[in-house]
Every structure is written in structure tokens, then in C-alpha cells.
Nanobody, 122 residues
């Protein structure tokens, strides 16, 4: 059974930093592309960032480029999202996802985690 468990969300002031993580189990972690998505109240889920199997290639949404950094530790089966200079519009539930294919920036992920709430106060 595949599980993706996100952690690290919370309340942070605008301009601050936060790191969320997602621990995976039940799959061969290094064989999966990973991504973070977010969904704010009343809005559709959107792609935030993704990373290739080796970690050598990363992709970001324009809205977070230069502020967020995705990384992975294949020895710990964990993917991270470092969020810097956060803005109130970053407030959302952040979920991680895994897919067996090679494309990164797509909604066609195979497995999804439950998400962690990130709230940015102004």
C-alpha cells in the first residue's frame, strides 16, 4: 500500500520561510517523479513544483519560481519543499504526489498524499 504523508505545515508571517516534507512508503521511491501541488479554498488544485527521479531536474510554477525549492532524499524516501519569502497568496493545502512516468509538469500523478495546511499571515 502506497502512502505519502506530508508534514511541516503551519502558520507563518508574510516574508518568512517554511519547509514542508513528504515521506513515502510502499513504493520504489527512486523510480518515481515527485511533485507538490496546492489547493486554496474555492480554487482548483495547481501544480507548484516537481522533481525528476534523480533530483537532477526540477520544475516550478511561475508564481513560486525563485522563492520555492524542491529537493528529494532517495535514501530517506522523502521529498521537501523549501518555501521562502512566502506571501498570503501561498496559503493552501500542500500535497505531494508521485508518478511512474517521466513527465514532471502534469496532473497525471499516480499517488497522492493527504496534504498539510500552510497559512501565510499578512
Amino acid at each position: 500500500q502506497v502512502q505519502l504523508v506530508a508534514d511541516g505545515g503551519g502558520l507563518v508571517q508574510a516574508g518568512g520561510s517554511l519547509r514542508v516534507s513528504c515521506a513515502a512508503s510502499g513504493l520504489s521511491f527512486s523510480n518515481y517523479v515527485l511533485a507538490w501541488f496546492r489547493q486554496a479554498p474555492g480554487k482548483e488544485r495547481e501544480f507548484v513544483s516537481g522533481i525528476s527521479r534523480s533530483g537532477g531536474s526540477t520544475t516550478y510554477a511561475d508564481s513560486v519560481k525563485g522563492r520555492f525549492t524542491i529537493s528529494r532524499d532517495n535514501s530517506k524516501n522523502t521529498v521537501y519543499l523549501q518555501m521562502n519569502t512566502v506571501k498570503p497568496e501561498d496559503t493552501a493545502v500542500y500535497s505531494c504526489a508521485a508518478r511512474a512516468g517521466s513527465a514532471i509538469k502534469t496532473n497525471l500523478y499516480d499517488y497522492w498524499g493527504q496534504g498539510t495546511q500552510v497559512t501565510v499571515s499578512s
